[in-house]
């Protein structure tokens, strides 16, 4: 059976490496890849990193891309690799531009498409912004859904998806991270290797949502700055993003303390390990919500909505928002309050058990008559 797995961005190269490898081992599946390429050196980072040459790489990330210039090229270089390799099923994952793309030219062709990570929803359509309507319009023409949970799963059901498509897996972020977080795992700057994670309260920071540019992340970092002047042992580590808008605020609010460390963006082998050594993390990230849990670390999701409410059910995860008030108070009180932090940090990771890959293979195999 030929499978045509397609991304583009690092995250989502990250939660299809795992499943691309799996199906590579399996003699029943030909599996071919290939990357638009909508963010290029991050994306490289991690194919590397889980040894994936792509049979196609579209290369179409241009300095300034705009939606509509990501969405052009990528449906029009996918035109002719599905042409070429015919394939009896295009798999796709989340909810970037590419996801969306790729399931339209698969649909033109009548080719099935698979959902992997199907059925997120925040209700809300400009919230994340363009993510929750690349979901749903991918979710609209996918023909197979891997839910990671049961609650995607009822979102799913909900819009009237056929229950008979739809397969409950678990998240394949945790079948990434279980094989790249090692103890003892060294990092090539020394700044991280010599911080004493035991001593330091460290803050593990991350922003780049569209709907956060501007004053939102500027109150966050004012919120950071409230919080190192309130408390001495803390240290923040920011990988901070390439995006010029965020930049510029981050060092404006943080780039005159020595207890912010402002990093290059971490590849994602050790940014998974520096995340397994953190006090907590606060981001504005979607994939971080799910990793973190399976660390044992507390999560601050920088937004005022998220797509992955199990985890806040859960206990793991907490919606604070961007405000500065907000932010510090939460912060302050997981250093202050021992139970309420091992109140998340003990909480039971919803996402699964780092077999969500298994499952999908399984879920093929079964749609299609093995």
């Known amino acids: 059976m030929k499978v045509l797995v397609v991304f583009g961005t690092r995250p989502e190269a990250i939660k299809m490496a795992p499943l691309v490898q799996m199906l590579r081992d399996d003699n029943y599946f030909d599996c071919r890849v290939a990357v638009t390429a909508q963010h290029r050196e991050?994306?490289?980072?991690?194919?590397?990193?889980f040894g994936i040459r792509p049979h196609h790489d579209l290369d179409i990330m241009r300095a300034g891309q705009t939606l509509f210039d990501i969405t052009g090229r990528a449906l029009k270089g996918l035109q002719p690799v599905l042409e070429a390799e015919k394939p009896d099923l295009v798999l796709v994952h989340g909810d970037t531009a590419t996801t969306f793309?790729?399931?339209?030219?698969a649909y033109y062709l009548q080719i099935p498409v698979g959902h992997v990570e199907a059925g997120l929803r925040t209700g809300n359509?400009?919230?994340?912004?363009?993510?929750?309507?690349?979901?749903?319009l991918a979710g609209a023409l996918a023909q197979w859904h891997f839910a990671p949970t049961a609650g995607a799963r009822d979102n799913l059901?909900?819009?009237?998806?056929?229950?008979?498509?739809?397969?409950?897996?678990?998240?394949?972020?945790?079948?990434?991270?279980?094989?790249?977080?090692?103890?003892?795992?060294?990092?090539?700057?020394s700044l991280l290797n010599n911080l004493d994670f035991n001593r330091h309260r460290v803050l593990l920071v991350t922003t780049h949502r569209r709907e956060n540019l501007g004053h939102p992340m500027r109150d966050i970092y004012l919120a950071l700055r409230d919080i190192l002047a309130a408390h001495?042992?803390?240290?923040?580590?920011?990988?901070?993003?390439k995006n010029p808008a965020v930049v510029r605020v981050v060092q404006e609010v943080l780039g005159d303390s020595n207890r912010v460390h402002l990093l290059e963006p971490l590849d994602y082998e050790p940014f998974a390990n520096l995340m397994s050594r953190?006090?907590?993390?606060?981001?504005?990230?979607?994939?971080?919500?799910?990793?973190?849990?399976?660390?044992?670390?507390?999560?601050?999701?920088?937004?005022?909505?998220?797509?992955?409410?199990?985890?806040?059910?859960?206990?793991?995860?907490?919606?604070?928002?961007?405000?500065?008030?907000?932010?510090?108070?939460?912060?302050?009180?997981?250093?202050a309050d021992t139970a309420y932090y091992n109140s998340m940090a003990e909480a039971?990771?919803?996402y699964g058990d780092g077999r969500a890959c298994e499952r999908i293979i399984m879920a093929i195999k079964s749609a299609y008559g093995q």
Do not use: W
């Not at 739809?166 to 700057?189: E, K, Q």
């Not at 992955?308 to 302050?332: H, K």
């Open 157 to 189: 059901l909900r819009e009237g998806v056929e229950p008979k498509s739809i397969f409950v897996t678990g998240n394949t972020v945790i079948d990434a991270l279980l094989t790249t977080v090692r103890p003892g795992y060294r990092f090539d700057l």
């Open 232 to 241: 001495p042992a803390v240290r923040v580590i920011f990988p901070v993003h």
């Open 125 to 136: 359509r400009y919230s994340p912004f363009p993510e929750e309507m690349n979901r749903r």
């Open 348 to 350: 039971i990771n919803p």
């Open 42 to 49: 991050m994306l490289d980072q991690v194919l590397k990193l």
């Open 278 to 335: 953190c006090y907590l993390v606060l981001t504005d990230s979607g994939g971080i919500q799910e990793e973190a849990p399976s660390l044992g670390k507390p999560v601050l999701v920088l937004r005022d909505t998220t797509e992955r409410p199990e985890a806040v059910d859960a206990g793991t995860v907490r919606l604070v928002g961007t405000g500065r008030d907000a932010v510090r108070e939460e912060v302050s009180r997981l250093l």
């Open 101 to 105: 793309v790729a399931a339209l030219a």
